[in-house]
């Protein structure tokens, strides 16, 4: 089951090779991941997408929070929250019927046209990674997908619920 | 404000810490470390021969002192020679920092002569590490590792300094923190209060309890707790191998060490049990068996100060986060209340059980007329010890046998690597022993095999006149290997014996030690007497010993604790 394990960390050297370690180290996996400093920057928020049954859930949690560097572990997927991930897409755009149906798709999910040349778009959609999959499949459908960057998911709890340090 | 070089720096932080030894090894990047050591005489060296040594030394030292053990090596090959020795104290829970120079800041990266990233290296077999990038944060870095070091579930931690940072030239600020409290680093100590209810009436309500103590137990000195508590409850006790000696050996309640070469007793006990309270225990592999088949009558209560060992392989039924002596206290303080004078009469049905099993002396073997037996070794070993001596043990059959048939009455007596299992160990543990208890009888024992991983540091048993026993079990082979291969492979010996060993009585005298060899049983105590009577000498004991010896009781693997083999033909 896919899992959203949120990481409250030091904003320290070493602090994100502990964490990755951990996963690779242990056998779990990593589906995503997305890390930048907190509003507060002696801090970072560290996102990972990983899945597994409850116990190796547990186990992530736990070893995690174990790490020095870690201030607070957290298991979004556990209560409301809200997700989201954003992704670019580069498509190729050669013709005006490709051109068109690219740009009715990215309307349609409310993706905005970043980048224009005469032979691809650049596309930026956000959204859950549901919707970015359903996108991807869309594009590859009307279009020949160039390239594509995601940068994994990243949430918040929904409420009065927060990861303070 | 006192001004002092980084080097200065670090030997100053040493002593602030309170550092008695350290041992090392000179190299290029530690040279000015070792320039500010030669200028005092508070914090001793010890000049070992290769530096895996010296983090057996300094696991020696903490595991029988409780104190942090500290290392110093050169950049490169200096540190990587760390490696396994931090790994055997990261799988062991001791304290112990690990000082390791590293190549000038500015040529981090750059593939500098004798560089290697130390941290990334060490990342997964440490509790933490720090690479210093300023001489100023010297002070705080040294402090912080014995902090994380020795507190909570210990473990070793890495600082690497930069050649530059210690330079002897450039004079800093030297401030020591006061307080080196971390917001991301808290361990949790005593139990939650509810769960110590929990855990006390599920204790109280067992017909046929049993205490399960581990290393834990002995990491905070909680053996007199865990003696009470077996002692009001009138339970039976058994350890793991790295938890033998926090329950007194010769106590009536111990019934020996539980596992793969487990006694019947204990391991019957813990299938059988009702309510199981593990102590600072993890349940691990060669604990457990198959886990699918663990203790299928048991309430599990777990206390353990490292939540992720909670539930990692068997499911709790009352898990409890905290140290070992504080959740004993708390449970004690619960039992206060408690008329317990019905629980000897309560568990007297549970203790026939247990005396039946006893009474199938699992541990006894035949000697025979002519060929010594490991066993009767440490028999041997015990009585011309009086059971006192600190005993370190390398890995391998011997180490089962040290294990079962030496009673240790005291925590920290018995040193040995459980977790990771390294041969070499022994020796230079042995060594660490002896310099923290200088009066003390620091015994070594190993094999012809594990001897041989660490043999060059006879030469630094000589320089500090260390009267290290070395009681070496000969028996030409690796006998923990050759006993799976008997079990297993249809006994092929592939590679497990060794045709060319040295003589090792000519080997101790050539490092200027004392040899003795013995092959007949009837001098097995004569030598033995003769050993011990040089008190200011090394003694180096080649006993040879039955090759064909298997290590029983075992385990019987994918079967539940209590399905084991008792000898070569007998299983439960």
């Known amino acids: 089951m896919k899992r959203i394990i949120s990481v409250l960390m030091e904003n320290a050297p070493g602090a994100l090779s502990r964490i990755v370690g951990a996963f690779s180290q242990r056998g779990y996996n990593v589906d995503s991941l997305c890390v930048a400093p907190t509003d507060d920057e002696s801090l970072s928020r560290l996102t990972i997408v990983t899945h597994g049954d409850d116990k190796v859930i547990e186990q992530i949690t736990k070893q995690v929070n174990k790490l020095i560097d870690v201030l607070k572990v957290v298991d979004l997927t556990e209560g409301a929250h809200i997700e989201r991930e954003l992704m670019l897409i580069k498509v190729a755009t050669r013709t005006e019927s490709v051109r068109a149906e690219v740009k009715r798709n990215a309307d349609i999910f409310r993706g905005v046209i970043l980048d224009v040349n005469a032979n691809n778009y650049t596309i930026e959609l956000t959204g859950t990674t549901d919707k970015l999959d359903a996108f991807a499949t869309t594009m590859g459908q009307c279009a020949e997908i160039i390239e594509s960057s995601r940068t994994g998911v990243c949430g918040l709890a929904r409420g009065e619920r927060a990861l303070r340090p | ?25 000179p190299g290029g990047a530690v040279l000015d470390i070792y320039d500010a050591l030669f200028a005092q005489d508070d914090v001793k060296h010890v000049l070992v021969r290769h530096e895996q040594a010296a983090a057996h030394m300094a696991d020696g030292y903490a595991r029988s002192t409780g104190k942090t053990g500290t290392v110093l090596v050169t950049s490169g090959p200096g540190a990587t020679n760390t490696i396994t020795g931090i790994a055997t104290a990261y799988m062991d829970s001791i304290p112990m920092v690990v000082l390791s120079g590293q190549v000038p800041s500015m040529h981090i990266g750059e593939d500098a002569f004798q560089e290697t990233d130390m941290v990334g290296c060490s990342r997964p077999i440490v509790k933490h590490s720090f690479l210093v990038k300023r001489a100023v944060d010297i002070p705080e870095a040294i402090a912080k590792a014995y902090y994380i070091a020795n507190t909570g579930r210990p473990g070793p931690v890495v600082v690497d300094l930069p050649k530059d940072l210690v330079n002897v030239a450039d004079e800093h600020p030297y401030v020591f923190p006061n307080d080196v409290s971390m917001r991301s680093y808290n361990p949790t100590e005593k139990g939650h209060p509810k769960q110590i209810k929990k855990a006390v009436s599920a204790l109280l309500k067992a017909q046929r309890p049993v205490l399960y103590v581990g290393g834990g137990a002995v990491a905070c000195e909680a053996s007199s707790r865990v003696i009470e508590l077996a002692e009001k409850l009138h339970a039976p ?138 066993q009767r070794v440490i028999q041997a070993l015990y009585k011309h010890t009086n059971g006192e001596a600190y005993v370190s043990s390398d890995v391998g059959q011997h180490q089962m046998f040290a294990a079962l048939y030496y009673p240790y009455d005291k925590p920290r007596q018995w ?18 022993v002896q310099f923290a208890h200088p009066k003390a009888t620091s015994v070594v024992v190993t094999g012809d095999g594990s001897i041989q991983m660490n043999i060059q540091e006879l030469s630094t048993c000589l320089q500090y006149n260390l009267p290290i026993k070395i009681i ?20 092929r010996h592939s590679h497990s014996y060794m045709d060319s060993m040295p003589d090792f009585v000519k080997l101790a005298e050539a490092y200027g030690h004392v040899g003795i060899k013995v092959d007949k049983l009837e001098d097995l105590d004569a030598a033995m007497e003769k050993c011990f009577s040089y008190t200011d000498r090394l003694v180096f004991m080649d006993i040879a010993i039955d090759q064909n010896e298997h290590v029983y009781p075992m385990q019987i693997k994918y079967g539940a604790m209590d399905d084991m083999r008792l000898s070569k033909t007998e299983r439960t």
């Open chain 2, 237 to 374: 006790v058994t350890c793991t191998l790295m938890g033998l000696g926090a329950m007194p050996g010769t106590h009536k309640q111990f019934i020996g060490m539980l596992g793969m070469h487990g006694t019947l007793e204990a391991n019957k006990t813990m299938h059988n049990a009702d309510c199981i309270i593990a102590l600072g225990a993890r349940f691990d592999d060669r604990v457990t068996n198959n886990v699918d088949k663990f203790c299928p009558h048991a309430d599990i209560i777990h206390v353990d100060i490292d939540p992720a060992s909670i539930s990692k392989t068997v499911n709790a039924h009352i898990p409890v986060v905290g140290s070992v002596d504080k959740v004993l206290d708390q449970i004690h303080e619960q039992l206060v209340n408690q008329d317990l004078t019905a629980q000897q009469e309560k568990l007297a049905d549970w203790w026939q059980q247990i005396e039946q099993w006893r009474a199938r002396t699992c541990l006894n073997f035949e000697q025979g007329e002519e060929v010594i037996k490991p």
């Open chain 2, 472 to 491: 070496s079990l000969n028996n030409r082979a690796l006998g923990m290997v050759r006993q799976w291969q008997d079990m297993i492979y249809k006994g």
């Open chain 2, 415 to 432: 040193i040995n690597s459980g977790g990771l299992g390294t041969m070499g160990f022994g020796l230079p543990a042995a060594m660490g």
């Open chain 2, 1 to 25: 404000m006192k001004m002092m070089s980084g080097a200065a720096m670090v030997v100053e932080a040493l002593k602030d810490v309170g550092v008695t030894h350290v041992f090392g090894y």
